[in-house]
């Protein structure tokens, strides 16, 4: 039985789940600093709030629903977060208002960056780990409950259906030595990169599609026009007055005709084609939709291949460039006699002139018959 399935001109391969080397997984310190925590602070609150409504957890009935339904008429819908009967109330996340009131209310922030990038106070402020505790719980529960994984600003959704029920997990690293210094630049790109994963993350639970127009440019498709592409691309003339449906083979004398026989014959082809258009369009709107690289990766070889690069300017070697040499000359290829080009030259072997008083000296056998003349025709 093959491994393989080929779907839309894609081959799909089966891959076995093995249990990971590397589980957990560090991020750069950084993360500990107070402008990075501050942020993180800020983000999962916001995230935790609208995947704590999107399930329905932490939602307590107020007083007014429960005086006025009946234990027998109790429904057993989930309860939505935007129902006034319901008011939202995570132990945790009001443990987390408190810790920002009276952990990183500090005189000692870090400065905030002008317009130039530029800040006065290059040091950052590191926060200690009995600090980070309320932090931690929180992220921990992102990942275990909703399958987030924050530091990296990924979700993996149905995880729980999988082999490996919490796959990669991303924590913060330990702190780096002396020697590594990170500035305030280095945290503000890393806020940056990670607020625009976890808005991509909250934008797909809310179900934020891209805009209208970007999809027409795209390649938007709708149902009317590709149903019509669909019969004529079905309706083949074959003569004055003869049309030809490819789908049974059979023949009429105009394509209203041939329009008919596919709707009343072939319905389920067309509803085939509605189908297309409503799984081409969902992958249009998908802001997170699979595409190929813009610029792929070219293919390096270190014998010698593209991007072999092997340059003595000032007796130092270098072997990271991805350009050739361009004082390298490649060696002249061996010649042999009788093979094509350019391995060789065909026969008989060439009579190079000789030099001045000397006579030129023939190698061929008396017996053997005239050059190309091998058959004796």
Same mark, same amino acid.
């Given at each position: ?14 891959? #076995? ?8 997984? !560090? ?12 942020? $993180?602070?800020?983000?999962? &609150? #916001? ?19 429960? +005086?006025?339904?009946?234990? +027998?008429?109790?429904?057993? $819908? ?24 009276? *952990?990183?209310?500090?005189?000692? %922030? +870090? ?5 130039? =990038? ?13 600090? %980070?505790?309320?932090?931690?719980? %929180?992220?921990?529960?992102? /990942? ?8 990296? =600003? ?31 630049? +280095?945290?503000? $790109? ?7 994963? #976890?808005?991509?993350? #909250? ?10 127009? &970007? ?14 592409? !669909? ?13 030809? *449906?490819? %789908? ?10 041939? /329009? ?27 802001? /997170? ?5 813009? !610029? ?10 593209? =991007? ?29 006699? @009788?093979?094509?080009?350019?391995? @060789? ?12 008083? /000397? ?5 061929? $056998? ?12």
């Amino acid at each position: 039985m093959s491994s393989k399935v080929e779907k839309y001109d894609h081959e799909l391969n089966v891959v #076995i789940n093995r249990e990971l080397s590397k589980r957990v997984r !560090f991020v750069p310190s950084l993360t500990r600093s107070l402008y990075a925590v501050q942020k $993180d602070v800020k983000w999962l &609150e #916001i995230l935790i709030t609208e995947l704590d409504k999107a399930a329905g957890l932490w939602l307590v009935e107020n007083d007014s629903r429960q +005086d006025s339904h009946d234990d +027998d008429d109790e429904s057993e $819908d989930k309860p939505r977060a935007d129902s006034a009967d319901y008011t939202y109330n995570n132990p945790m996340i009001e443990e987390l208002r408190r810790y920002t009131e009276e *952990c990183l209310k500090t005189p000692t %922030l +870090d400065h905030e960056m002008d317009e130039q =990038g530029e800040t006065d106070e290059d040091e950052i402020h590191i926060v200690p780990d009995k600090k %980070l505790k309320v932090l931690d719980k %929180l992220i921990i529960y992102l /990942r275990v409950v909703h399958m987030v994984d924050y530091y990296n =600003g990924t979700e993996f959704p149905n995880e729980d259906e999988m082999p490996n029920k919490i796959g990669v997990f991303h924590i913060r690293g330990p702190l780096e030595t002396a020697n590594s210094k990170t500035s305030l630049q +280095d945290v503000h $790109d890393w806020n940056d990169q990670l607020r625009s994963k #976890i808005q991509t993350v #909250i934008d797909e639970m809310r179900g934020v599609t891209i805009p209208e127009e &970007e999809a027409k440019e795209i390649g938007l498709k709708t149902e009317e026009e590709s149903i019509e592409e !669909f019969v004529k691309v079905n309706t083949e003339e074959q003569g004055p007055g003869k049309f030809h *449906c490819p %789908l049974s083979g059979k023949k009429f004398k105009g394509p209203e005709f041939v /329009r008919k026989h596919i709707f009343n014959k072939h319905a389920e082809k067309v509803e085939s084609v509605k189908k297309d258009v409503v799984f081409w369009n969902n992958y249009v709107l998908e802001p /997170r939709r699979p595409m190929e690289p813009l !610029f792929p990766p070219t293919h390096q070889s270190s014998n010698g291949g593209p =991007g072999y690069s092997n340059s003595n300017n000032n007796s130092n070697n270098n072997y990271s460039s991805s350009t050739p040499n361009a004082n390298y000359s490649q060696p002249p290829r061996p010649s042999f006699p @009788g093979f094509p080009a350019p391995y @060789g030259f065909p026969g008989p072997f060439p009579q190079q002139p000789a030099p001045k008083g /000397r006579k030129v000296i023939s190698y061929n $056998d008396l017996d053997a018959p005239d050059e190309y003349d091998v058959l004796g025709i």
